[in-house]
T-cell receptor, first 114, second 114 residues
Framework: NAGVTQTPKFQVLKTGQSMTLQCAQD?????MYWYRQDPGMGLRLIYY???????DKGEVPNGYNVSRLNKREFSLRLESAAPSQTSVYFC?????????????FGSGTQLSVL | GNSVTQMEGPVTLSEEAFLTINCTYT??????LFWYVQYPGEGLQLLLK?????DKGSNKGFEATYRKETTSFHLEKGSVQVSDSAVYFC?????????????FGDGTTLTVKP
């Protein structure tokens, strides 16, 4: 009963380093999302994939890239990490992205950029 | 644009106290409204939702009523438990918008003491 699985759970990077956050869901959902959560703030959408083969920018896409590898997997890449990207990152999915559908979240990746 | 305003926290209550967390929103049309809960170290999970005016969402003793006249969706629980300690997020999704492009409030941290 895995749901949405994110790896890694914790990561520390130096400024300028790159890394990829992995996300996989086993619910056969079509739509997947990446958010960041900063202290005292709500979630902000970075990128999303409404269906396999498509990706679109969200509210805060600068400094990130994504890949929808297949229906199950949606990765987030930081090409050159900056301290401003220190945050908690959440992956989520929904069956079709329809209004009223609930979001299923992973447990998050805590990223620190020094 | 859309916005969600939650009462500022943190909120500290004694067990069995009555809980209200205020949420007001700004959006065009008739958005769907949600409350998500985030327990320590976990991702967000849906607590309840309402998709049209005057609907009441309920789950685990929590309730919220979609009030279009006051653009509010306040969360209430009659008797809180220590296990309700978490961060609560109010969110909305506009009609004809992908579910993941929700607007989230800043979150309200609830601590319940025995």
């Amino acid at each position: 009963n895995a749901g949405v699985t994110q790896t890694p759970k914790f990561q520390v990077l130096k400024t300028g380093q790159s890394m990829t956050l992995q996300c996989a869901q086993d619910m056969n959902h079509n739509s997947m999302y990446w958010y960041r959560q900063d202290p005292g703030m709500g979630l902000r959408l970075i990128y999303y994939s409404a269906s396999e083969g498509t990706t679109d920018k969200g509210e805060v896409p600068n400094g990130y890239n994504v890949s929808r590898l297949n229906k199950r997997e949606f990765s987030l890449r930081l090409e050159s990490a900056a301290p401003s990207q220190t945050s908690v990152y959440f992956c989520a999915s929904t069956p079709f992205g329809g209004v009223g559908e609930k979001l299923f979240f992973g447990s998050g990746t805590q990223l620190s950029v020094l | 644009g859309n916005s969600v305003t939650q009462m500022e926290g943190p909120v500290t209550l004694s067990e069995e106290a009555f809980l209200t967390i205020n949420c007001t929103y700004t959006a065009t049309g008739y958005p769907s409204l949600f409350w998500y809960v985030q327990y320590p170290g976990e991702g967000l999970q849906l607590l309840l939702k309402a998709t049209k005016a005057d609907d009441k969402g309920s789950n685990k003793g929590f309730e919220a009523t979609y009030r279009k006249e006051t653009t509010s969706f306040h969360l209430e629980k009659g008797s809180v438990q220590v296990s309700d300690s978490a961060v609560y997020f109010c969110a909305l999704t506009r009609l004809n918008t992908n579910a993941g492009k929700s607007t989230f409030g800043d979150g309200t941290t609830l601590t319940v003491k025995p």
